[in-house]
């Protein structure tokens, strides 16, 4: 089994795909889409580092092993929701387990009144209007081959559909628990649809109890937001560190709408996050933000693209992250000014500190812009920490461990800090603090 | 606005004229027997044949680079380019009286008069000329009065005679012919070129300069330039190039290789002013450029100056390996494109050696429908201790139908480096311009007055005589390309 190539696991892929195809949710015009993404998957394959867009991060590592395109619950482990449920108490919880929802565990039912949220195969059937109208369009035009694969074979996942004017207060908290068998690979696929004038906080949160599994985990996650609606939309990636993990997040943003993520990445082997925000109408406002924290042989790639296709848009990007041991960290931000986006405020910054000589940081801040009337500007730095700071806390009487690791802890907190839910934030500060530990 | 810009888009290439003179040239096309031509032509011995032929067969076997510089061109057919075309010389040429006047009448026009630089001899701002049209160096003067101090400098071809073990030793060596398509095509057709060699402790006591034409049709100009600076010796290189105006679409694939050893160091400024093609996209330049230098010894330092406003697709990275400790790498670019022109330019800083730094200041100004994108690499390998790094890149725009783009890649693997790179867009204020009038300086002068002022931290980098051309290139560039 050892020893497979790319192109042959891309293969499997498409075989797999002629399996289950028929099975999938959606009509006639979604499976025709899944097909479509199923061939551009194939005639692009999985990344390779040759792959300008997959430089640092090319696949040959983490493929070489037959894959598992089925995943199953093994039916004698037990899952203690509640210790989970208790870490973020004022939220609604949803639990998916290898990609499968448990009902019975999750606020499903509280959550029902006015807002739409189920399981995509449910919503196939109960709301196939929404789902026939927005599956996979936000990832046509976008030349991943990750997001094409799952695009194609996805049928887990929620929809979410916030109508119009409706504003859930409550954060909805999404936990993925991984429990998967060795080599399997598994992917959902998010629908979050905000009509106009409605807001929703959404947190995802990644975590695997048991240390010796290495599964993948391919996410796409669809984001629409109407005029004047909000998503809020948080991640806190804390798998084991034998996950391969590939979450791309397509959002569409209308007229005056608001979108604002947060990703904080400190688990996995592998992973790479792509946030590929369009938008698409006037006085529209997006915030980006990441903190990736690495040890042992982690590698993360964070791959962000703004762009903006109409006038007066506002963009922000803070990136930050710290490398330990030997520690991977990339950092490629595309901002992207089309021809008519006159007036448009964009900014990018990726802040970066090397703890060890093992450590790598690869960044590739990228301007892309079209039009002249403009304000766009991006800054890149990386270093260690600051030798007068560390003098000064010492001169103090602070242990060189405790000064580093107040200094260590002032760096993250600026993007911890532009959490705009107050509960969730103090909840990720206190895994934050164990971390620096 | 629009009357100023139909008047710019009018303005023409004042290097576009041709010459009439008497060429040499080989027949069209690429293949081994070409290769064996110009080798021979040149009479050059064994080992550089061998070397050529090494060349050409990687290159074979290499694939033009198309998928990552942000450049669209259409497929160039590399058997229909005419590898070797040199001016007809009947014999050797023992002083400048018995170059062909038509030769000199170019240069002229060019505004580089061979024969006045001979009667300035001893004026302390001198520079020496090394002429290189299509391929060959015609002329290269004040080589008595450097060959003096031990430089040398002279044609490449020249060198490959007179110097062989210097040129054996250093070919290749920051530049090998593995290294990309276009070093490999160099490396295995290049006819022409300048070497230059600074022995130990001697500082150049004038700026050397070649001056690059192409002038046949169908030909493409494959140069290429090695420098060496031994220890504690100091060099400034400038060089120039200008072609005709012509239908066709143009290759020059240069190789450029600076080796500078301890406490040594190389400045080398371009000026970049190929045909860039007319106002619809015809013709120009295709720019194809590989250019590194190596810091092979600690305290070296180099220097990459460039003023880039010509050529239709500019593909070049200036680039400095860091190995020596304490070594020092800059990199200062202006690169204006206008109407259909497209350059992706940049360079690399590969930091190796302890204690390194690197600055790199790029200024890009697009004008018309022109694309312009810096690209560039800082690495810091692992044990470059304390490696440091600053980047600036600007870009301006000037019209909203052009793009300015950045593409910087930062590797890090080196805990205590601190690299930093800042990169802003945005176009000349209004709030400047309105400053300006109010004063009651026009709008173009105002204009040119603001752009200046954005370049200069790059113009401050160029000698003198350079400054001054490079201004007036920049002015004539951009004349009232703000819409």
Not at chain 1, 322 to 347: E, M, P, S
Not at chain 2, 60 to 80: A, C, G, R
Not at chain 2, 443 to 451: M, P, Y
Not at chain 2, 468 to 478: D, F, I, N, R, Y
Request: proline fraction near 3%; glycine fraction near 6%.
């Amino acid at each position: 089994m050892n020893n497979v190539s790319v192109p042959h696991i891309t293969q499997s892929a498409a075989d797999h795909f002629r399996l289950v195809s028929a099975s999938l949710p959606g009509d006639s015009k979604v499976l025709e889409l899944r097909t479509n993404a199923m061939e551009r998957f194939v005639a692009k394959g999985f990344p390779l580092k040759s792959d300008e867009e997959y430089k640092y991060s090319g696949t040959e590592k983490i493929l070489k092993d037959e894959i598992l395109w089925t995943t199953e619950i093994a039916p004698e482990r037990v899952i203690d929701f509640d210790t989970i449920r208790n870490l973020h108490k004022d939220a609604l919880h949803v639990f998916f387990v290898n990609g499968e929802l448990i009902e019975q565990a999750s606020d499903i039912n509280a959550l029902q009144n006015k807002l739409v949220i189920c399981t995509l195969k449910n919503a196939a059937y109960d709301h196939a209007e929404v789902f026939n109208k927005y599956y996979g369009k936000n990832v046509v035009g976008f030349d991943d081959a990750f997001a094409q694969l799952n695009t194609a074979m996805a049928c887990n996942g929620l929809l979410i559909h916030v109508p119009e004017g409706l504003i859930i207060e409550k954060p909805i908290q999404i936990n993925h628990i991984g429990y998967a068998n060795n080599q399997s690979f598994y992917q959902q696929h998010h629908l979050i649809i905000a009509d106009k004038g409605a807001s929703v906080n959404i947190i995802e949160n990644y975590i695997s109890n048991d240390q010796s599994d290495a599964y993948f985990n391919n996410q796409v996650n669809e984001i629409f937001i109407a005029e004047n609606a909000q998503v809020k939309y948080y991640q806190l990636q804390n798998e084991n560190k034998q996950v391969v993990h590939i979450n791309a997040t397509q959002v569409h943003q209308e007229q005056s709408s608001y979108f604002d993520t947060n990703t904080i990445t400190i688990g996995s082997a592998w992973l790479r996050n792509n946030l590929n925000i369009k938008l698409n109408g006037l006085h529209c406002e997006t915030h980006l933000n990441g903190l990736q924290i690495l040890s042992g042989q982690q590698h993360v790639d964070n791959h962000t693209l703004v762009d903006h296709q109409m006038p007066h848009c506002n963009s922000n990007q803070l990136y930050k992250g710290i490398l330990k041991d030997k520690g991977t960290g990339v950092f490629n931000g595309k901002i992207f000014v089309r021809r008519d986006a006159q007036k448009t405020n964009a900014y990018q910054s990726s802040k970066n500190m090397l703890m060890s000589d093992d450590a790598t940081m690869n960044t590739k801040p990228q301007l892309e812009i079209y039009a002249d009337d403009v304000k766009c500007s991006h800054g890149s730095s990386t270093g260690q920490i600051d030798k007068n700071a560390l003098f000064y806390l010492r001169s103090r009487a602070l242990s060189e461990d405790k000064a580093r690791t107040l200094l260590l802890h002032a760096f993250a907190i600026e993007v911890i800090e532009k959490i705009n839910i107050a509960s969730y934030r103090s909840y990720i500060e206190n895994i934050i603090e164990q971390r620096f530990e | 606005m629009a009357d100023i810009l139909e008047e710019v888009t009018g303005s023409e290439y004042k290097y576009g004229f041709t010459s009439d003179i008497e060429m040499d040239t080989a027949p069209i096309g690429l293949n081994e027997s070409i290769i064996r031509f110009i080798s021979e032509k040149k009479n050059e011995p064994a080992w550089m044949l061998e070397y050529r032929l090494k060349a050409y067969s990687k290159w074979l076997t290499m694939k033009e680079p198309k998928h990552w510089p942000h450049v669209s061109y259409p497929e160039i057919d590399f058997q229909n380019i005419i590898y070797y075309a040199a001016p007809k010389l009947k014999k050797e040429l023992a002083s400048l009286d018995e170059v062909d006047p038509e030769l000199l009448k170019t240069f002229e026009k060019l505004g580089i008069s061979l024969e006045e630089q001979k009667r300035l001899t001893g004026v302390q701002s001198n520079i020496a000329v090394d002429a290189v049209i299509d391929s060959v160096s015609v002329k290269t003067t004040f080589k008595e009065t450097l060959a003096e101090k031990g430089i040398i400098f002279c044609s490449f071809s020249e060198a490959v005679q007179e110097h062989p073990e210097l040129v054996r030793k250093y070919m290749g060596t920051v530049v090998p012919y593995t290294d990309n398509f276009y070093a490999a095509l160099n490396s295995a057709v290049f006819t022409d070129g300048s070497f230059c060699y600074i022995p130990k402790g001697v500082r150049c006591p004038m700026e050397l300069s070649t001056y690059f034409r192409i002038n046949a049709s169908g030909t493409g100009q494959f140069e290429r330039t090695l420098i060496i600076a031994d220890e504690g010796a100091y060099v400034s290189y400038l060089e120039g190039c200008t072609a005709p105006m012509r239908d066709e679409n143009q290759l020059h694939a240069a190789v450029v290789e600076i080796i500078a050893h301890k406490n040594a160091e190389v400045k080398y400024s371009t000026v970049q002013n190929w045909y860039p093609g007319d106002k619809d996209g015809k013709g120009g330049i295709y720019n194809f450029v590989t250019k590194r230098g190596i810091c092979l010894e600690d305290n070296s330092k180099i220097s990459w100056t460039q003023v880039e406003t010509g050529s239709a697709v500019t593909w070049k990275y200036p680039s400095v390996i860091l190995k020596g400790n304490n070594s020092v790498g800059e990199f200062y670019s202006v690169a204006v494109t206008n109407h259909h022109q497209q350059a992706d330019t940049g360079t690399k800083m590969i930091h190796i050696g302890r204690n390194t730094r690197s600055t790199i200041v790029s200024k890009g100004i697009s004008a018309g429908l022109s694309n312009n994108s810096y690209r560039g690499l800082v690495k810091i390998h692992k044990g470059a201790k304390n490696a440091r790094n600053f980047s600036q890149c600007d870009s301006l725009l000037m019209g909203d139908k052009c793009g300015a783009h950045t593409f910087p890649y930062i590797e890090i693997k080196d805990q205590s480096a601190i690299v930093e790179h800042e990169a802003t867009t945005s176009k000349i204020g209004e709030d400047q311009l309105f400053y300006c009038k109010q004063r009651g300086i026009d709008t173009e002068k105002a204009i040119a007055l603001i752009v200046n002022g954005y370049c200069k931290e790059v113009f401050n980098q160029l000698p003198m005589e350079f400054a001054v051309e490079a201004q007036k290139l920049l002015a004539v560039s951009l004349e009232g390309s703000v819409g």
